[in-house]
């Protein structure tokens, strides 16, 4: 092993599994060294545990033994890690990435945890990523501080929507993507974006260098596109009004993926905004709509988001909570099929049963390119040979998730009869891994919860990370689940 190269070696530890990394480190010294720069690239810091603080009180009593071990488990290991940090240089160099899970039952006073980052911060010179999740603690402005006078490489930050407004943000001046957290990562189209007071709106940011923006904002008119020379991401989640968003944006023809969240009162303002925008946004790949309505499309709207998409040839990411009503999903459809560059979509049909005529209707509409595609419907499941047409049709699919709401599960093996590709599956609140040996599906057994809330792109496999952007923000719990959620 030792006669090959070492870049040879690093790269192809670069392209092994996590686990397989972790397994590596104890093999011999030679290999220690490769596979430490694969597992600690990436750190996550615990402060407290998810699954605790997001327990109901007589779940939490019940199982507080349990609960309190995994809490100090995970803290005790974080501290290894920022000790680690802090004392030992070359550690230090290799993390790229730190994602703080802030959840300590207690409450949110964590002035030692706070320390002991911020410590390990200042020696973090080459990290890239900086994400806080959870406000138990919160993130302090001298987090921020230390970030800005250590991490001059740093890219990209996130923290809670909420702690945005306390921090000083425009000290970061290198970042080329911000953005919030939210409280639960369960569904994010949920929640108080649109009674946050003024305060915490169109905050201060270094915007020379940003690519990728998602801020709250009271208007199009509070975004500092004059002096955002190098955007290309733009996401809208937290906004109280669109108006003037066409003309606005006419002037950032370089954007090239838009998310917007759209709360119904501001329906007619958002498709006067894209209807003005028919011609323009050419550079668009990805395009996000979300809406609480629970309703079907007004059919005047529902044309011109089909005019919009119409013909546009390098998108290639399309989801929208917008329903169609019967008439109206065929100017949809034809739309989609113009789109010859797609291959993720997420549709969120009104309330057609899902069975073999409806999939086969998709699918003569349906580009065969396909890589990540997921269909909710308050229909049923009417047939376990309801999929057996799409993966002749889409060969490449590595992602499918299918919501039917009200039906009875069905084993998610007996869907996949055919399958060529799949390397996820999600299910009526549930995912799966799949693994396809011999023409035959096996499934891993359903994501934990935690996995569910903190997913990312490569929980979803090479080549698929299109995925997590599908299925960011959407409805991926069970009926009971959903009910239950404040």
Not at 291 to 318: N, P, V, Y
Request: neutral net charge.
């Amino acid at each position: 092993m030792s006669s090959l190269p070492p870049e040879l070696w690093q790269e192809v530890f670069t392209w092994i599994p996590q686990d397989t990394a972790r397994t590596c480190l104890s093999v011999s010294k030679y290999f220690h060294g490769l596979a430490l720069r694969v597992v600690f690239r990436n750190i996550t810091i615990f402060f407290g545990a998810w699954e605790s603080a997001q327990a109901k009180e007589e779940v939490y009593q019940a199982d507080k033994h349990e609960y309190d071990v995994l809490e100090d488990k995970r803290s005790s290991m974080s501290s290894a890690i920022l000790h680690r940090i802090s004392h030992d240089p070359s550690f230090a160099a290799i993390v790229r990435a730190v994602d703080v899970h802030a959840y300590k039952r207690d409450g949110a006073r964590g002035a030692f945890e706070r320390g002991c980052l911020i410590e390990a911060i200042h020696c973090l010179h080459n990290l890239r990523s900086f994400a806080w999740h959870g406000v138990a603690p919160s993130p302090t402005p001298e987090v921020i501080e230390a970030l800005a006078s250590t991490c001059t490489l740093l890219r990209h930050f996130s923290a809670p929507l909420r702690t945005l407004p306390k921090l000083p943000l425009e000290k970061l001046q290198t970042l080329w993507s911000i953005s919030y957290t939210w409280k639960w990562f369960y569904d994010t189209t949920r929640g108080q974006r649109s009674r946050l007071p003024d305060e915490h709106r169109d905050l201060k940011v270094h915007c020379e260098r940003l690519r990728e923006l998602q801020m709250p904002y009271t208007s199009p008119s509070h975004i500092p596109f004059d002096q955002l020379p190098m955007l290309t991401h733009l996401e809208l989640l937290s906004i109280q009004t669109l108006d003037k968003l066409g003309p606005l944006l006419r002037k950032v023809p370089r954007l090239e993926s838009l998310s917007i969240f759209c709360t119904k009162r501001q329906h007619d303002v958002l498709f006067d905004a894209l209807g003005f925008l028919k011609s323009n946004l050419l550079n668009l790949h990805s395009l996000c709509l979300l809406s609480r309505q629970e309703g079907a499309l007004e059919s005047e709207h529902a044309q011109i988001l089909a005019d919009f998409l119409q013909g546009r040839k390098c998108l290639r990411r399309f989801r929208s909570t917008f329903k169609f009503r019967e008439g109206t999903h065929l100017s949809f459809l034809g739309a989609i099929a113009s789109l010859r560059s797609l291959d993720t979509l997420h549709w969120d049909v009104l309330a057609e049963d899902l069975d073999q005529d409806f999939v086969r209707m998709l699918l003569q509409h349906l580009p065969p390119d396909m890589l990540a595609l997921s269909i909710a419907t308050y229909g049923g499941l009417k047939s376990v040979d309801a999929l057996v047409d799409l993966w002749a049709h889409c060969p490449d699919l590595r992602f499918l998730y299918v919501r039917t709401w009200g039906s009875a599960d069905e084993p998610a093996e007996r869907l996949l009869r055919g399958a060529k590709r799949l390397q996820v599956v999600g299910y009526n609140g549930k995912f799966h891994d799949v693994d396809l040996q011999d023409g035959q599906v096996r499934l891993s057994p359903a994501w934990s919860a935690r996995r569910v809330a903190f997913r990312c792109p490569s929980d979803f496999g090479p080549g698929c990370e299109s995925a997590e952007w599908l299925m960011r923000g959407l409805r991926i719990r069970s009926e009971v689940e959903e009910e239950g959620q404040p």
